[in-house]
């Protein structure tokens, strides 16, 4: 059960994995450097909301950034990630999926001190765009298809009709989730377990 209080992040989780509230939490392993980085964007006048489980920071009613931990580091991810001009060439992607590279990696509460200019910097830059109503550009391309799911989509008319008409950005999580797999019957077993729900014109990550 993903947390609704956003204290609940900083001192238990985010109650998305059965790690919740024990010593062996991502939050645990951080405490101190994700206490520091929400401290710079509380100063950086944001409003402190909790989505998906995390931290969430918003500005003129839009969402500038994100607070995530992983067992190997924690990071501070921006949502209009294609507007940011990175001067200071430290932003990364998430993934070999991620369109722009969107987030601030950190390893120590040392290095979140050491940047506080440059993420106080970028945050402001965010908070600009948000307050002139100013996006990034969408990606409407359609992506490539596993073959796997081409072949399915071939064989399956009803099933094809609705992944058709999901939004390009629900139809990518689908093709992000299978490339995540290596094996071709992994993806096969995926895309079975997906039916319903595309179906229902959900993404993979909808519940």
Sequence with gaps: MMISDIQDYFTRGCGRCDRFDTKDCSTKLWESGLARLREICLAADLKETVKWGHPCYMHAGRNI?????????????????????????????????????????FTSTSQVSNMEGTISAYLDE??????????????????VLPDELAEALDADAELADAFHALTRGRQRSYVINLNGAKKSETRVARIAQFRDKIIAGKGALER
């Design 126 to 143: 965010a908070k600009c765009y948000a307050e002139k109503g100013i996006t990034a550009p969408k990606d409407n391309s359609a992506p």
């Design 65 to 105: 950034a994100i607070i995530g931990a992983l067992r190997g580091d924690f990071r501070l991810s921006f949502f209009e990630a294609g507007l940011m001009k990175d001067p200071d060439r430290v932003l990364e992607k998430q993934g070999p999926n991620t369109r722009h590279p969107d987030m601030i990696r």
